[in-house]
């Protein structure tokens, strides 16, 4: 998947740098964290309404993995992240959009910051329930000499109105 504003490498190009017959220890990969506000997602109807049967849709980020290899000061990083989704008695139809977010605070406010992933879920006859994996998200991140790999943080999140950011910031 092609993530922009973010660079991005051809895959093959990533498993080149696999290859190398040095064997020095690789560094670790910058860190990578779901952003605890935006990990869950609760859409309503459009309406007033907000108990159980006005909830269309309910999602969660339940887990990342990912890897990285480094040229020079660059982290050229493989994400792939998991999302339960669920419809609600109010959904309509069986397809959803769901998009997410990755974002390097340390770029802000440059347009690399952060990027928002489109994602459509669809939900197969008689199921209610589906985990959604996006795999093979690319994303480079070039860093400074000497600074600290917690500088550049990964952020994960589902993306957000501000009436569902406050609703999560309510049930917390």
Do not use: W
């Not at 980020?61 to 792939?80: D, P």
């Not at 879920?121 to 959604?132: G, H, K, L, M, T």
Request: one cysteine or more; a negative charge.
């Amino acid at each position: 998947m092609r993530i922009a504003p973010f660079a991005v490498l051809a895959a093959a190009a990533l498993l080149s740098a696999c290859g190398t017959s040095q064997r020095a220890e690789a560094p670790p990969c910058p860190p990578v964290s779901v952003l605890a506000d935006a990990s869950e997602m609760t859409r309503f109807r459009p309406g007033p309404g907000r108990d159980i049967t006005d909830v269309e849709l309910e999602a969660e980020i339940t887990g990342f993995r990912g890897s990285c290899v480094y040229r020079g000061n660059t982290a050229h990083m493989t994400l792939a992240v998991a999302i339960e989704v669920k419809r609600g008695p109010a959904a309509q139809g069986r397809e959803a959009d769901l998009p997410f977010f990755l974002a390097i605070p340390a770029f802000y406010p440059a347009d690399e910051a952060k990027a928002v992933l489109p994602v459509r879920i669809a939900f197969p006859p008689n199921v209610e329930a589906v985990r959604y994996v996006e795999e093979n998200i690319e994303l480079t991140v070039p860093m400074k000499e000497g600074e600290a790999l917690e500088t550049y943080r990964i952020y994960l999140g589902l993306q957000l109105d501000e009436a569902q950011l406050e609703y999560n910031r309510q049930q917390r």
